[in-house]
């Protein structure tokens, strides 16, 4: 089965790169801060992708399903 993919910020992601994803929306008081809002998807290299809470729930409900069926053996995803 190919890398299960999903797609963040324009970007189409393997979800094996994904470290974690932010539960609350980005906030650090940085006045000139691109994300304020935004949440933050980790990826294991040494970066981040910034979301919407629509795309983010998207991100987990994608991984939720991936650590459950690593193989796609259900084979009912994406
Ligand atoms: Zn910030």
Redo the contacts with the bound molecule.
Sequence with gaps: MDSPLIRIDDKQVPLYRIVWVADVP?????AD????GDYEVRLDVDDSLWTGATERDAVVEALTKWCSDPRGEEGDWL
């Excluded at 980005?26 to 940085?30: L, N, Q, R, S, V």
């Excluded at 801060?33 to 304020?36: N, S, T």
């Design positions: 980005h906030f650090c008081g940085e801060c691109m994300h304020e």
